[in-house]
Structures are given as C-alpha cells and as structure tokens.
C-alpha cells in the first residue's frame, strides 16, 4: 500500500510538472541574452550612450521657450548612432499630455525604425516627486523627509513619486541621494537624508521601496557614488579626501542599504576622491561596488564627467584615453550628454582592441536587463490610466502631512507658539511670500528659482497665515531681500502696531554648482532686520527656510521662538501656517546638527577628543532635536539580556508617554555607545527610531531590536569588526548597560 501510494504521488507530480505547467515565461536573463546574440558592435555601444533631450530638440531650451523635439535630430539618436538612453534636461515641466507625446514620439523612432525595436530608458530628476510634470505633488526635498523621522510617509512619497513619473511615461528616476549630509556648506546637503548613517539608510531604503514595489514600475538610481558629498572645501564638485575607515564606516553603508532595497542603477561622483575622479576609478566602480558590495545593476556617468577626465582633471590625456579609462573602471552608460562622441570613440576603441568585447557586453546586459524588468519591452508608452492616480487629493493630503511633519521647532520661549488666531501680525523676511524658497532646486527647473512658473494656487507663508487669520490680521512688509536691505525701516515702524512679528528668512532656492557660498552664516542683511526687530520689544517668532543650516546665533537669544523649515516642499506654506497657529503639533527633528559658529561644525555622533582639554562639543541644536506643543517622558528601559556573544540580537523596550495636554507625535530614538574600542569609538550612534502618536495620557510601549551590525565598526585593518566590551543603551534620558563576550 505504502509502495502504491509513493507510486501515485510520484506520478501526479510527474503530470503537474510536465503536462499541466503553461510554458515558462523566459526570464529577463535569458531575453537579455538572446537579445545580446542578435546585437551588432554598434547597437551595442548605442545602447551605452545616453544624450539629454536637449539634444534632439529644436533649441537648446530656456525656461520661456516652448519645447519642440526635433524629430530628425531624434532620428540620428535613435537610428543611427542607436542610443539606449535619453534624459530631461529641458528646463522646464511640461503638462502630463506633453510628457506622453514626446515619449510617444521617441519610443515611435526606438520601435518603428530600428531593427531591434529596442525602446528607450528616459531619465529624470525626480528628486521630491515628479519636479518636472506641472502640477505634480512635490513633498519636502529628501533633508525636510528626513526631519520627519517618518519611514511610512517616505514610502507613500516614494509611491506617489513613481505614480506620477510613470503617469508622465517615465521609469527612470536619478534619485536618492545616499551621498551622508555631513558638509553643510555643500549646496547640494538638502538631497541628502542629514548626517546620520543610520538615518539615512532608514530613509532611503523605505524610499526606494516605495517606488520601486508599489507595483509602478519604476527604477530608482543612487546617487553619487561615492564620496561626493564630503567636498574639503564645502563648494560643490571639489576635492574630497576620505581615508579607507571613513568611506565604510560614512560614505558606503547608505548606498549599500539601497543596493540592498534594490537599486538597479548607481549614478558616479561628479568628483574626485583622494586625487581619482571617481569615473576613473576601477577600485571604486569595479572591486568594492561589485565584488564587496555585490551590485548587480548598471552604472552610468554623472553629467558630462567621462569627458571631463580629459578636459578638467586631466588623468586622461586624450578624449579616447578618457572613455578607455571609465568604462574600463565600470562605467556602463555615458552621460556624454549633447553630442555622440562617446559612441565614436568607444566604437574605435573597442575595434583596436583597446576595450574588450566581454566588457561592452557586460554593461549592455546589465542596461538590457533593467529595460526588461521594467517592462519596457512590453510596453514602452505612458499608460494612461496612470493619469487619474496623478495629483490626487490623497498625495496632496500626504503631502501636507509630510510637510507639517518636517518643520523643526527648535525654541519656544514661554509656549509662545501656537499664536492664538486673533493676533495682529506682521508677516516679513525674503522667505515670506515666495513659493521658490519652500521648494529649493529640481523643482519646475534645475534650480527651482523661477518664481513665475510656481502654481499660483499654492500658498505662501504670507498667504497661508492670512488665509489662517484673515486679511485684516496680517501685515505684510519685505523688509530685505536675501542680502540686500529693502524697507528694513518700514518692517521695523509697523512691527510697532501689531501683537507679534512673523520673521520669515533662509535661502533661496539652488542648486549645484551655483549654491556654493563663502560663509555658512546668514547673510548679514537678513541678521540685521532680524536684530532691529527684536530691538522693538514684539515678540519675535523666526522661520527659517533653508536648505542647509544657516548660522543664526546673534539672533537665537532675541527671538522668542524659533521654527526650522528644511525646503519643506509645495504645502510647506501651509504647513509653517498649520503649526503656526496649533492646528498642526510639531513632530519634526533636526537631521543635522545646527551648528552655532562656522568654524565649529560639530556632528553628534563626534570623537571624545572633541570634547576634551577645553574644548566642548557645542552646536546651536543637535541632531535629532525638535520640541512639541506637548510633552513626552519615557520610563522603564529594559533590555532583554545584559551579555550577549557576538552574533546575537537584544530587545530593547521603553515606554513613552504624552505628558501633556495636546495630541502628538513623537519620534524615540535609541543611541549606542561602544564604551571602549580599538579604533576611537563615537560618543553615541542612532541605532533604532520610531514615530509614535500618542493622545494626551496615553502611553506606548516601543520595541526595537539590536543586531550584531549594530554593535560594528570598522576596525584598524579597515575591516567591519563587532570588539567584545562594554556598551550603553540610551533612549531620552534612560540608560542600560550590557557586554559582549
Ligand atoms: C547632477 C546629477 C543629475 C544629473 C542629471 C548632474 O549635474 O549631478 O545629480 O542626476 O545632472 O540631471
């Protein structure tokens, strides 16, 4: 019975697996492979370069002209010289319908008039929603996300992201940021997640997740790989030196999270590192990018940056040399981005025997895979039932959460804020009354300063509050530009006729290159207004809206409270009103450390010896700092063992609780510190952080766990190692001990 039951078993399962099964669906392995079979040299090296739209269109594109592809330039792309990629550096954003006609029209050209019928991956910066679709939900830039310290928002913006970048007909966007915060001179801080590694990783794993499994279809790519984001000098695109301990223990660990969360593209670092550009670099892209961090996608340039080998940082002698040494290090898709040279060359080069077929063959299969995965094969069009999922009422919704939860309240002398909505107001300051400096850059255009192209329909600071607390409440004065005084006396003689002074100042909006600055502080126009308005005696609420931390120190002790507003996107306006005026708590927390001097820029995680023989670990607010309209208390800390070995986890729980009187939200944050080490240890790491809503009374129980990886650190011979020793646990004001044996 036994034997004539094993036989009908073995049997079904025979007729399942053969007779019954449908054909398997080839996987995207096996298409790329047979799709590289039929490939000559040619369409192969199409498919490596990449040329923006500026390159098949009429004109090269300013912010007031209208765009029209020019479809024999399109043609010449495609057709001839076979390019697998395009991406947007037109200028401008464009309606959902535009974006569909000229995805259309160069998907026609891939589709119709190429032997292959390969289609084209377009590319954009889609770095806080979709920044160049019109009327698109645009969330707070990556830093504002970061100050929410909330994992489930970023994921539903990485949703929303990607339903509307695929609702414009696109499936390729060069976002996150994984470069760590910690210059905060560099114009480019406020793409980033702030200074904390484990932060960041958080932020950008949940990020990616959003976009990439919300069923859309969308590729993410990391960005810049790596070490850009730690130039010496604190300006854009200059040299960084990062010893060995620094980049895995600062610079790698982020990207490798979103490698982990599957990133299927990694864009290069426009700059240099330690004297090598890093497109030059075969350590880098090769070595450590695929054989230690095990990054299966493909690379493509920064913009520009393989010419530039040979034209800026003259570690090639030659154009030819320049494209010999990228793709040679593991570049697989040039940026070129307005000519075909780098199909040219690669061309020549790999018919002298100068670069190897198995490498060209390499980087296309990983470039054809990412087309097969998503879908583009299939369908290369924009889908139009997308288009009801773009700039719902839900995404804005979620946007003005986002928002409301990325302002940072940093001082409230005397719970003056909320303001009580019958207040007389005077509402000035550069940041007032313009959409711009709530947005920064890669917002409508690169550096997201046209004020006109803004949708008028979105509030202000200015309009927010009045619509809050009516027109009759609310005087408005400039009082200065962004380093140039206006009416500082007009501001200064009103501010005597009302309650309180609304002072709104920061930055403007930049990005790249052309934010760079000389001096971390403020500028001294904005201070002085700032000074002469204190000096009235009315109180004094700050918003800063900013990208990067501002020195503000004169005028911190003056102002009654203060409000840190870090580009908190399209409903920041409404937001800064919302927690203004109470109807909104504030739950924000700083992700950087606001630094109180310029020449003492302090991270919170600092060595020991920054704090020692006279000297003190002293920024204007730490990291991880934010006050509420409410208050919270933690109690009864517990861990679930006091000695580990290495390889185990402990459960660590803490009860918060809101002490106050107000709904809000908290966010716990667990820090570890590794008492003793063979490498100098950090005082404290953030190892664990969770957002919590409580009513007034209520108490949560949170639990976090650490793992071995936590406890790790990159040790003298410059691997990742866990040291037996003591260690501290510390949430609020708890702490707990434990060892490892
Ligand atoms: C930036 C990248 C961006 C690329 C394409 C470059 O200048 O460094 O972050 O993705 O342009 O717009």
Same mark, same amino acid.
């Given at each position: ?14 007729? $399942? ?26 369409? =192969? ?50 309606? #959902?319908?535009? *974006?569909?006609?000229?995805?259309? =029209? ?74 760590? !915060? ?11 997640? !702030? ?45 960084? *030196? ?5 980049? %895995? ?113 390499? &980087? ?12 583009? /094969? ?10 009801? =999922? ?49 947005? @920064?850059?890669?917002?409508?255009? *690169? ?10 329909? %979105? ?22 530009? /962004? ?89 920041? @306006? ?7 005026? @109470? ?37 204007? *607010? !730490? $990291? ?38 107000? &709904? ?19 005082? =404290? ?6 957002? #919590? ?19 790790? /650190? ?17 949430? !609020? ?9």
């Amino acid at each position: 019975m036994k034997k004539f039951l094993t036989i009908s078993i073995t049997l079904m399962v025979c007729i $399942f697996s053969i007779g019954w099964n449908t054909p398997k669906e080839k996987t995207s392995e096996q298409k790329v492979k047979e799709l590289l079979s039929k490939m000559t040299l040619e369409e =192969k090296v199409g498919q490596m370069t990449q040329v923006t739209i500026q390159a098949i269109s009429k004109t090269q594109g300013t912010t007031n002209q209208n765009h029209q592809l020019d479809l024999t330039k399109l043609e010449e792309a495609v057709v001839k010289y076979k390019v697998g990629s395009v991406l947007n550096v037109w200028d401008v954003a464009h309606s #959902v319908e535009y *974006w569909n006609e000229v995805i259309s =029209k160069i998907q026609d050209a891939a589709l119709n008039k190429t032997k292959l019928k390969i289609p084209v991956l377009y590319g954009i910066d889609a770095i806080h929603g979709a920044t160049y679709t019109k009327g698109s939900t645009l969330f707070p830039q990556s830093i504002g996300m970061a100050a929410t310290f909330n994992t489930d928002l970023i994921k539903k913006a990485g949703e929303i992201t990607a339903a509307e970048i695929k609702a414009s007909g696109i499936s390729w966007n060069f976002n996150p940021v994984m470069d760590i !915060g910690r210059q905060p001179l560099w114009p480019r801080l406020w793409e980033t997640f !702030g200074e904390d590694v484990y932060l960041a990783q958080q932020m950008g794993k949940n990020l990616i997740i959003g976009q990439q499994q919300s069923g859309y279809k969308v590729a993410v790519c990391l960005k810049h790989f790596a070490g850009y984001g730690l130039p010496m000098n604190g300006k854009d695109r200059t040299p960084a *030196w990062i010893s060995e301990r620094m980049m %895995k223990e600062y610079v790698l660990p982020p990207f490798q999270a979103g490698i982990d969360a599957g990133a299927p593209t990694i864009m290069v670092n426009s700059g240099e590192v330690d004297g090598i550009p890093s497109h030059s670099d075969y350590h880098l892209l090769t070595e450590i990018l695929r054989n230690e961090m095990k990054f299966k996608g493909f690379v493509v340039s920064d913009w520009e940056d393989i010419k530039r080998l040979y034209t800026r940082d003259k570690v090639a002698d030659s154009p030819e040399e320049a494209v010999r040494m990228a793709v040679m290090a593991g570049v697989d898709m040039s940026m070129v981005p307005y000519d075909f040279t780098f199909y040219d060359i690669l061309l020549k080069l790999v018919k002298d025997g100068k670069v190897p077929m198995k490498r060209i063959d390499e &980087a296309v299969s990983r470039i054809l895979k990412v087309k097969f995965d998503l879908g583009l /094969f299939d369908n290369p069009y924009q889908e139009a039932a997308l288009r009801n =999922k773009f700039a719902t009422e839900e995404s804005k919704n979620i946007n003005q959460q986002a928002a409301n939860e990325s302002i940072i309240l940093v001082k409230n002398d005397n719970n003056i804020l909320p303001l009580s909505k019958d207040k007389k107001i005077l509402v000035t300051g550069p940041t007032a009354n313009m959409l711009s400096v709530l947005n @920064g850059g890669w917002t409508i255009t *690169w550096q997201g300063n046209e004020e006109t192209l803004y949708p008028q329909e %979105k509030n202000t600071v200015l309009e927010a509050v009045i619509e809050k607390v009516g027109k009759d409440n609310v005087k408005y004065v400039e009082g200065t530009g /962004f380093d140039k005084d206006i009416n500082t006396v007009d501001a200064v003689n009103s501010a005597k006729d009302v309650d309180v002074v609304l002072l709104c100042l920061g930055e403007k909006a930049y990005c790249e290159t052309p934010g760079n600055i000389n001096d971390l502080t403020l500028d001294e126009a904005q201070l002085n207004l700032a000074s002469e308005l204190i000096k009235t005696g009315k109180p004094v609420i700050v918003l800063m809206l900013e990208g990067r931390p501002r020195i503000i120190r004169k005028i911190v002790d003056g102002s009654n409270a203060i409000l840190v507003g870090l580009l908190p996107g399209m409903e920041g @306006g409404n937001a800064a009103a919302n927690i203004l005026f @109470g109807d909104a708590n504030p739950s924000g927390k700083l992700p950087i450390t606001y630094p109180k001097y310029p020449n003492a820029i302090y991270h919170y995680d600092y060595k020991p010896l920054e704090n020692f023989d006279g000297m003190s670990y002293d920024p204007q *607010w !730490g $990291f991880g700092y934010g006050l509420s309209y409410t208050t919270f208390s933690v109690s009864d800390l517990k861990i679930d063992k006091d000695k580990i070995n290495k390889t185990d986890n402990i459960k660590v729980t803490v009860n918060v609780k809101n002490a106050g009187e107000k &709904a809000g939200k908290e966010v716990v944050q667990l820090y570890l510190t590794d008492l003793y080490g063979s490498v100098s240890r950090p005082v =404290k790491q953030l190892k664990g952080f969770k957002k #919590v809503a409580l009513n007034p009374g209520e108490v949560k129980t949170v639990e976090f766990t650490i793992e071995p990886e936590h406890l790790s /650190f990159i040790g003298r011979d410059n691997k990742r190692i866990i040291e037996a020793g003591d260690f501290k646990v510390t949430v !609020g004001n708890l702490e707990k001990s434990f060892s490892v044996k």
